[in-house]
């Protein structure tokens, strides 16, 4: 049940955040950069939250359903604004980082809760349904925005009603706790990088797909948006190439990536993700028409499907069962860093070098990382 509003509430990210940002509230190049970054700052300061929840004791669910409490507050002060700039730019800011705080504290719910053996195939079930929900509102909200049936106001208030039911469905979800801390040591978790040579190395190869993959990520709307580049669609068509086609080539492929995680050899099917991210960001930035946009896209989409199995998953083979959200914090809050190093760097520099030169950078980090890893795969291919 979850599923279904997670879904609805990440086309903000996706799509309809920046967009309204854009079309309604003719925002400038910095405040732009704000909603790109908000999500990414809520991973970033992730870091805190399992400390956080080690030290009071409470639930990981309840703790979660907190932070979107907080998180439906914010799109509900965005609704009413009525039209106010500062006031759109706090509460969607707000919800945003919000809405992401609490992914380390998930992470130890699908260590806990789904087994281990068919880990992978649940979780891209779920993924499915996710992915499901957020394709059919972005079509949908996507439509009545052009035919002026709605206006943005009553997206922001779906948006904090969807924050609400997530709250509300991770409550009823049987508790999860932590072993609890009697201090609290918010920079612990960072130990692990000195101790766990894996872990290092995979943190350090995530970091350059990271880079080069939200650097594109953080365009996507604004490619198409807005009429310097040479495309300037409307709304639904906005929503169709960055929400509805990927998510569409998400639900059509996250089954297989679910049975694959369970089945392949991590390093490879890394490898593998990433060639889709590869392909997909340079399809984008050099297609000369809609179809391949959305070609690109659906390419994106796939990647995206199998990226975010291993992104929410990869911990649990690596961590001790104890220290998945210490792991996943680190993830997290690096994430973080790079989300918002990014957001604030991908405006000006498309600006400045164009679209073509963002995509070739963002493609070659993502190669660069692949190679990286290769001595893994060659090593473990051989293992096997």
């Not at 809760?113 to 992978?120: D, F, M, Q």
Request: a positive charge; glycine letters at 10%; charged letters at 10%.
């Amino acid at each position: 049940c979850r599923a279904l509003p997670m879904g609805v509430t990440e086309t903000v990210v996706s799509t309809f955040g920046l967009l309204i940002a854009i079309r309604y509230l003719h925002v400038d190049t910095l405040s732009k950069s704000y909603f790109v970054a908000a999500p990414a700052l809520g991973l970033l300061l992730s870091l805190f939250s399992v400390a956080a929840v080690r030290r009071l004791g409470w639930s990981v669910n309840t703790s979660a359903a907190l932070a979107w409490f907080v998180s439906a507050a914010g799109f509900a002060v965005a609704a009413l604004g009525h039209e106010s700039v500062v006031c759109y730019i706090i509460g969607v800011v707000v919800a945003l980082v919000a809405h992401s705080i609490p992914a380390p504290l998930l992470s130890q719910i699908y260590r806990r809760h789904y087994p281990g053996e068919i880990r992978g195939k649940l979780f891209s079930i779920v993924g499915m349904v996710r992915a499901g929900a957020a394709a059919g509102f972005a079509y949908l909200a996507g439509v009545w925005l052009v035919e002026g049936k709605v206006g943005y106001e009553l997206l922001l208030w779906i948006f904090a009603g969807c924050s609400l039911l997530k709250s509300l469905f991770t409550v009823m979800m049987k508790p999860v706790h932590l072993r609890k801390s009697h201090k609290l040591s918010l920079l612990d978790a960072f130990g692990h990088l000195k101790t766990d040579l894996v872990f290092r190395k995979l943190i350090s190869t995530w970091m350059l797909l990271g880079i080069g993959n939200l650097l594109c990520m953080s365009l996507f709307v604004e490619y198409i948006t807005n009429d310097y580049y040479g495309f300037a669609f409307n709304e639904a068509k906005i929503s169709m190439v960055t929400t509805t086609v990927p998510m569409l080539a998400f639900i059509v492929s996250s089954f297989v990536w679910g049975v694959v995680y369970d089945k392949m050899e991590f390093y490879r099917l890394r490898v593998l993700v990433n060639l889709f991210f590869f392909a997909g960001i340079l399809v984008f930035f050099f297609a000369p028409s809609y179809l391949w946009l959305c070609v690109g896209m659906a390419l994106h989409g796939m990647g995206k499907a199998g990226g975010n199995i291993l992104w929410s998953l990869w911990t649990t083979k690596f961590a001790p069962a104890d220290h998945v959200g210490e792991y996943m914090s680190v993830h997290t809050c690096l994430t973080g860093f790079r989300g918002v190093i990014s957001a604030f760097v991908a405006f000006p520099l498309i600006l400045l070098v164009g679209p073509h030169v963002i995509g070739s950078i963002g493609a070659g980090l993502i190669l660069l990382s692949s190679l990286w890893l290769f001595p893994e795969v060659k090593k473990n291919w051989g293992e096997n």
